[in-house]
């Protein structure tokens, strides 16, 4: 055990077109092996670790100013860049309009 607290840093994108409407519906962007749902088994790969999700669970204990590699993951995200969206276990909005 690291911390006796675990933090998650999570991704959503939403299609409202106000995102700040307390009825936008804002869908989640899975991980590979980042924890998460707690109905899906754990994903092991000992000794190695997924780079991404492992770099996501490090980026809990700062802030994004300290891991500006996250805003550029979102953008990439929202323009749905499928080299990006290829290490992401889901995308929720497949075959939509960008979030």
Not at 2 to 23: C, F
């Amino acid at each position: 055990s690291i911390t006796k607290e675990r933090t998650e840093v999570v991704l959503q994108g939403t299609s409202s077109l106000d995102p700040n409407d307390p009825a936008a519906v804002w869908e989640e962007y899975d991980f590979k092996c980042k924890p998460g749902d707690l109905k899906r088994r754990p994903c092991f790969i000992t000794p190695y670790h997924y780079r991404l999700d492992w770099l996501m669970w490090f980026a809990a204990f700062q802030t994004y100013e300290q891991n500006e590699w996250i805003i550029h993951l979102a953008g990439k995200l929202l323009a749905q860049e499928e080299a990006t969206l290829s290490v992401m276990a889901t995308n929720p909005f497949a075959g939509r309009a960008p979030p």
